[in-house]
């Protein structure tokens, strides 16, 4: 089986804000690991701007099946919504999700210039955030007794991987490991506990 694909992401969350003709834009951002967690963080900035004439969102994850979502969120039908997901689609970014939220000036724009608007809320939240190269994870969970728990660790370490351990009746190991590596590593906690390890 080929290892998936590295993906482009942001960085970080960010957000940016800028005003046209008395109207004020504010594009938040953020990497996302889930469709979940997405439109938690959309819930997010609704609950934070719910004084806001619109909060429009747009999402890309990476899923089985691939999701992609967007809302106009009261603007006019393509104004905002497929504008803001249109940027994402344009840099090829995955994992992400964006919330523009509008603060009406009592001028109206146009679909056009609400287009131009909220695309340049999503670019300019994008550029602050910065774009990253990311590599797909999968979550991996190893349950040992205490006597193998340090050879558990040591192997984790020199595989340069993420990870929390939990100590209680026995250690829990969540370790957070590239998709493409995650078969290896599993077979050498299995050759290194001589086969007394669980793994989830």
Do not use: W
């Not at 006597?147 to 351990?165: I, K, N, P, W, Y």
């Amino acid at each position: 089986m080929s290892a998936p694909e590295p993906y482009r992401t942001v960085a970080s969350p960010a957000r940016a804000a800028f005003t046209v003709r008395g109207s004020e834009f504010i594009g938040h951002v953020r990497p996302v690991e889930t469709t979940e967690a997405a439109e938690a963080f959309i819930e997010t900035i609704r609950g934070k701007h719910a004084d806001a004439t619109h909060n429009v969102p747009a999402y890309r994850v990476r899923a089985s099946p691939f999701r992609e979502y967007a809302d106009d969120d009261g603007e006019p039908s393509g104004s905002a919504g497929d504008p803001a997901l249109n940027v994402l689609q344009g840099e090829g970014l995955e994992n992400i999700a964006v919330v523009v939220t509008r603060y009406y000036g009592g001028t109206n724009l146009g679909v056009g210039g609400l287009a131009r608007a909220y695309s340049q809320a999503v670019k300019t939240a994008v550029d602050e955030a910065g774009i990253v190269e990311r590599t797909p994870h999968e979550r991996l969970q190893a349950v040992v007794d205490y006597d193998d728990s340090g050879t558990v660790r040591s192997v984790l370490e020199s595989a340069d991987v993420d990870f929390e351990a939990e100590y209680e009746a026995r250690v829990s190991f969540e370790v957070q490991v590239p998709v493409a590596d995650a078969a290896a590593l599993r077979d050498r906690l299995r050759s290194a506990t001589g086969g007394r390890i669980e793994l989830d």
